[in-house]
C-alpha cells in the first residue's frame, strides 16, 4: 500500500494527497475510544479528517478499516514487547520490564484510550468470527512471551526451578489485560502504581 493515496478536496475533480499511515494510526485511535460497535463510519471520517467518498477509496468499509487498524495497533505493540524479551538482563528483570511497560500504557493518555485488543476480546461475538480469531492471536503472543521469559529466568537461576512456566505465563497475561482494562476508569487509573508491578512479582516467587 503506498504511503499516500489521492484524497478528493472541494474542488471538483482536484484530488489532494493525505498520508495513509497516519490514517491507519488515527483509525486506531477511534477504534480504541469508541470500540468496534460504538464507532460510526462518521466518527472514522471525523478521526481521519477524510471525505465520506475518500474515506471508501482508501479503506472500503468499516469492517476493512477495522482489520487494518487491529493489525496496526498490535505490531506496533509486539515490536516494542519483542525489544525488551530479546534485550539484555536476566529473565525475571525482563519481566518486570514488561510488568511496567503495560502499567505505563494503563496510565495517563495511553490508560484514556484503552487497549485495543481488550475493547475487541469483549465485543468479539458480535463483530465476526476473524476478529475473534484475531484477539485469540494477540494474547497468545504474549502470553508465549511470558512463557519464553519465565522459562529465561529458570534457566539462569533469576527465578525459582518450581516455578510453572504455563500457568505463571497465563497469570501474567491476565494480570496485564486487568491493567489495561482499569486504566480506562478514572478512579481506577489513579490507583494503578508501581507497587502493582510488585504484586505481579509476587507470582514469580
Keep these: 500500500m503506498p504511503a499516500s493515496l489521492s484524497k478528493p478536496s472541494a474542488s471538483r475533480g482536484r484530488p489532494r494527497e493525505f498520508d495513509y499511515d497516519e490514517a491507519v494510526d488515527q483509525l486506531v485511535d477511534v477504534f480504541r475510544q469508541r470500540g468496534y460497535t460504538g464507532t460510526a ?17 482508501a479503506f472500503v468499509d468499516k469492517p476493512s ?9 498490535v505490531t506496533r505493540g509486539q515490536r516494542v ?40 476480546a469483549a465485543e468479539a461475538t458480535v463483530i465476526d468470527r476473524d476478529a475473534a480469531q484475531r484477539v485469540d492471536q494477540a494474547l497468545s503472543h504474549v502470553e508465549g512471551l511470558f512463557k519464553t ?29 486487568g491493567f489495561r482494562v482499569a486504566g480506562k476508569s478514572p478512579a481506577l487509573r489513579k490507583r494503578l502504581g508501581a507497587s502493582l508491578v510488585e504484586a505481579g512479582m509476587k507470582l514469580l516467587d
Excluded: W
Excluded at 478499516?65 to 495497533?73: D, I, K, V
Excluded at 529465561?152 to 497475561?173: E, H, I, M, Q, Y
Design 149 to 177: 521469559l519465565v522459562r529465561a529466568g529458570v534457566a539462569d537461576g533469576s527465578l525459582p526451578r518450581t516455578l510453572d512456566a504455563d500457568a505463571t505465563a497465563a497469570a501474567l497475561l491476565c494480570l496485564v489485560q
Design 81 to 120: 514487547l519483542a525489544d525488551i524479551v530479546n534485550g539484555p538482563g536476566t529473565g525475571k528483570e525482563r519481566l518486570r520490564q514488561v510488568l511496567q511497560h503495560y502499567l505505563g500504557q494503563a496510565t495517563g493518555a495511553q490508560g484514556r484510550l484503552g487497549c485495543l485488543v481488550v475493547a475487541t
Design 41 to 57: 463510519i462518521t466518527d472514522l471520517m471525523a478521526g481521519t479528517g477524510l471525505t465520506r467518498g475518500s474515506f471508501y477509496k
Design 65 to 73: 478499516a477495522f482489520a487494518l487498524a487491529f493489525e496496526r495497533y
